[in-house]
Nanobody
Framework: QVQLVESGGGVVQPGGSLRLSCVAS????????MAWYRQAPGQQRESVAD???????NYADSVKGRYTISRDNAKNTVFLQMNSLNPEDTAVYYC???????????????WGQGTQVTVSL
């Protein structure tokens, strides 16, 4: 069994910052790409940022220059530093990771339960 647990969400004023964390635990052989997605009310889930095990990063255009994704491979943890937040960033943020649990099992995607980020005065 693999679990992804996010933390760090909350309420912040426009222009503020938050840092999200996500820890993968359980029976893990390898963790490949880790990513953050978000879903606003009435909207589809969208990719925010991702990072490979080698450290290559990709960002959605809407967050470039404001968000930074990083990871600690030794701790199977991914972070999302969010700066200059605005109300349009309000959403439930989900952690995603492609994980292989054993030599004989193909890697597949796992999801966290989500953490709410609200940007409001």
């Amino acid at each position: 069994q693999v679990q992804l647990v996010e933390s760090g969400g909350g309420v912040v004023q426009p222009g503020g910052s938050l840092r999200l964390s996500c820890v993968a635990s359980g029976t893990i052989r390898s963790v490949y790409t880790m990513a953050w997605y978000r879903q606003a009310p009435g909207q589809q889930r969208e990719s925010v940022a991702d990072i490979t095990s080698g450290g290559t990063r990709n960002y959605a255009d809407s967050v470039k220059g404001r968000y930074t994704i990083s990871r600690d491979n030794a701790k199977n943890t991914v972070f999302l530093q969010m700066n200059s937040l605005n109300p349009e960033d309000t959403a439930v943020y989900y952690c995603n990771a492609r994980i292989q649990t054993s030599w004989t099992t193909a890697a597949r995607d796992y999801w966290g339960q989500g953490t709410q980020v609200t940007v409001s005065l």
